[in-house]
């Protein structure tokens, strides 16, 4: 019989962990969609590739961002290019703290209704309908949901003085710290 190694056993807890999470915290969804993604305060705009003055690689791994933190300038565009080097799936959001704790709760109903899994999206079932008409296409400008290996970019225009952090909202995550600060100067 071979015993599986001390890695693989680590890896597996943690994914089971974050499942179990994942699941549990799905009995409290509500909401809709929309919340969390760039309703209700000012947070900036879609930015245009075109005014774009830097870009910034966002890598999410396994409840974490690299870099942590980020300085942007009021006015600024950036290019934030974002990987999911993970293997689970994770979620690169820009939006004030009260704006991701209820995107958290729209999540959650995603996970409820089968449109995340731990390590995939079932795109198919954003189209179903979660309640009241509501669809959780998960397409809004400030924001990406990426499987494992995936990657995409976001652009975004930083026009407003808000305190803002990018954060992942899957259930659990932001929770266990896959959440960073971005200073506006």
């Not at 225009?157 to 954060?167: C, G, I, N, P, R």
């Amino acid at each position: 019989m071979r015993v599986p190694s001390a890695h693989k056993l680590i890896r597996v807890s943690v994914l089971t962990a974050t499942l179990a999470l994942i699941l549990s915290s799905g009995a409290y969804a509500a909401g809709q969609h929309g919340g969390g993604h760039g309703h209700g305060p000012n947070i900036g705009k879609p930015g245009e590739a075109s005014q774009v003055t830097r870009t910034i690689e966002m890598v999410m791994t396994d409840n974490r961002f690299t870099p942590e933190k980020i300085t942007i300038k009021k006015g600024e565009t950036i290019r934030f290019k974002v990987r999911n080097n993970g293997q689970i799936v994770h979620e690169f959001n820009i939006g004030t703290a009260a704006m991701h704790a209820a995107h958290q709760k729209e999540m959650a109903m995603m996970v409820e209704h089968g449109v995340l899994e731990i390590d995939k999206i079932n795109r198919q079932k954003m189209n179903m309908d979660m309640g009241g008409g509501h669809v959780m296409k998960h397409d809004d400008p400030n924001s990406v949901l990426l499987e494992p290996g995936k990657s995409a970019e976001v652009i975004w225009t930083f026009s407003s003085d808000a305190k803002l952090e990018f954060a992942c909202n899957v259930p659990g995550h932001y929770d266990a710290g896959m959440v960073g600060k971005i200073d506006i100067e």
